[in-house]
């Protein structure tokens, strides 16, 4: 990849893709980039948004996984819960 010189040219490179963001507690989304800036704040639009909590029930010591899903149009996501971007797999 000749046009990735610096970590955010990675991103700018997936502008109207589709790509993965993982976030602070345990919210992941997956959605079409359209715009992001140096702070990691990004706009996603048609985006699939999982948040995943973890229960733990002490009478019987049982853990338990529960996960939400719902699609959300258009969706601002702030820099700073950002956690981990996932560009889409290019091939060839």
């Known amino acids: 990849m000749a046009d990735t010189e610096e970590p955010l040219d990675l991103i700018r490179l997936s502008l109207d893709e589709y790509i993965y963001v ?12 359209h715009a992001f800036d140096q ?3 990004i706009i996603l639009g048609d985006t699939e948004e999982t948040i995943t909590k ?8 049982e853990e338990f996984i529960n996960s939400t899903k719902r699609k959300i149009p258009m969706l601002f996501v702030r820099g700073d819960v950002v956690i981990l971007i996932s560009p889409p797999l290019r091939t060839g």
């Open 22 to 33: 993982k976030c602070r507690n345990g919210r992941e989304l997956y959605g079409k980039l």
């Open 54 to 61: 973890y229960e733990f029930d002490e009478d019987t010591g």
């Open 39 to 41: 702070h990691l704040n």
